[in-house]
Structure formats: C-alpha cells, structure tokens
C-alpha cells in the first residue's frame, strides 16, 4: 500500500448540516480546508425518519440509516475537488482512500455506530485529528435548548462527558457525542474538538471556538 495517507483532520458532520446546506452546497463543501488532505464523515439527518418507518430489529434499522449516511456522502463527494472518486465502506477501504493522496468522505460503516463513533474510528485508523461539526457550539451540562443556563464547557475530561452522553446508541437517536465515540476518543487520545458548523469554523477548525475533549 501506498504510503501518501498524509490526512491529520477528519470532520464528523451530521446530516442535518449538509441537508441544511443542499441549496449552496458548492459553498459549504469549499469551505473546508483546501490546502491539505481531510477526510469527512456524513450522518443521515432527518433521513432517520426511514428507519423509524419500518418494523425491523434495530440492526436492518441501523443498514438503512448506513444507507441515508453515504446518500449524504455522494453529494459532498461529487461537489469536491480532489476528493477519491468512491464512499469507503470498510475500515480496509478507507486506509486505501488515504493511500490515495485524496479527500475521503464516506457515511457509516457498521450497524450500531453513530457518525461520531464513524469518525472517531477514521481518526484513530489515520492518526488525526477529530473535528465533529454539529448544530450547537460545543459541550452543554444540559441541552441549552431546554435549559436556558445549562453550562457550556470549554475543555471537558472523558469522565465528565461520559456521565452526560449516558450512553443510548438507539438507531437515529444520539447525544451531541455518542458513548462509543468518547470511548474510541478515549483509547487512542484522540485530539477532539466539537464546534458549530459554520462556515468559517469549517475552514479555521482550529481557531472555532468550541468544546475541546482533554486526556489526563
């Protein structure tokens, strides 16, 4: 295998983001940095709705969502320069995209992980950094939604953000970080940062302001 994977950023997007952003979708995807190899993670969004339409167990449900996730994929695919011209599907066929020297953006690999956990994965595979691009601007005590002076957290430990994720992966349903990704963030020592996605935060991701996950 080609040694060119020099990719050090993989975003986790959700699919709400890029279902939000179809009508300037040129624009969103060149937002993200264009002078280095990235690899991005797309969820399903709202395409959830197609698990929950079916009576299935939660595994032919979660092969649904892993479908709406690479829908979501192509289309940020198809928009970028320089990308690899196919969505990964396996941990194998991603380490070959890197090897590529390309952009890699795929959805979901396996039942039972969200688009966080995905890109937690990608990250600890590739050696990079994980950036998750979400609808709030970082790590709440609570949801800010419900609690008006719920606290928001600038650093955060493992510990603390796995008391508040409590752990549900049900398919579709997940917290602003799922258990499994903090504990693939955890393992590897994943430099983490969770932010709004914006588009200025998408091409200064460094520079977002926004919840850090810090090893002890």
Same mark, same amino acid.
């Given at each position: 295998?080609?040694?060119?994977?020099?990719?050090?950023?993989?975003?986790?997007?959700?699919?709400?983001?890029?279902? $939000?952003?179809?009508?300037?979708?040129?624009?969103?995807?060149?937002?993200?940095?264009?002078?280095?190899?990235?690899?991005?993670?797309?969820?399903? *969004?709202?395409?959830?709705?197609?698990?929950?339409?079916?009576?299935?167990?939660?595994?032919?449900?979660?092969?649904?969502?892993?479908?709406?996730?690479?829908?979501?994929?192509?289309?940020?695919?198809?928009?970028?320069?320089?990308a690899y011209p196919e969505t990964p599907e396996t941990p194998e066929e991603v380490q070959v995209a890197?090897?590529?020297?390309?952009? =890699?953006?795929?959805?979901?690999?396996?039942? *039972?992980?969200?688009?966080?956990?995905?890109?937690?994965?990608?990250?600890?595979?590739?050696?990079?950094?994980?950036?998750?691009?979400?609808? =709030?601007? *970082?790590?709440?005590?609570?949801?800010?939604?419900?609690?008006?002076?719920?606290?928001?957290?600038?650093?955060?430990?493992?510990?603390?953000?796995?008391?508040?994720?409590?752990?549900?992966?049900?398919?579709? =349903?997940?917290?602003?970080? $799922?258990?499994?990704?903090?504990?693939?963030?955890?393992?590897?020592?994943?430099?983490?940062?969770?932010?709004?996605?914006?588009?200025?935060?998408?091409?200064?991701?460094?520079?977002?302001?926004?919840?850090?996950?810090?090893?002890?």
């Open positions: 295998m080609s040694s060119e994977n020099n990719i050090s950023k993989v975003f986790a997007v959700g699919g709400g983001i890029i279902q $939000d952003n179809l009508e300037n979708m040129e624009e969103f995807v060149s937002s993200f940095p264009d002078e280095e190899q990235i690899a991005v993670v797309t969820g399903a *969004g709202d395409l959830n709705k197609y698990q929950s339409a079916v009576s299935g167990n939660n595994g032919e449900k979660d092969l649904i969502g892993i479908k709406a996730t690479r829908l979501h994929a192509q289309t940020v695919l198809t928009e970028m320069e320089n890197a090897s590529s020297g390309k952009n =890699v953006v795929m959805g979901g690999l396996v039942p *039972g992980y969200s688009t966080d956990a995905v890109a937690a994965t990608v990250a600890e595979l590739l050696d990079a950094d994980l950036y998750i691009a979400t609808t =709030v601007d *970082g790590i709440y005590s609570e949801d800010p939604e419900e609690v008006s002076d719920a606290e928001k957290f600038d650093e955060i430990s493992v510990e603390k953000l796995l008391e508040i994720t409590g752990g549900a992966n049900e398919p579709g =349903v997940y917290s602003v970080v $799922d258990e499994a990704a903090v504990r693939i963030i955890d393992r590897s020592e994943i430099s983490t940062k969770i932010f709004q996605a914006d588009l200025e935060n998408l091409e200064n991701p460094e520079s977002a302001e926004g919840t850090e996950i810090i090893h002890h």
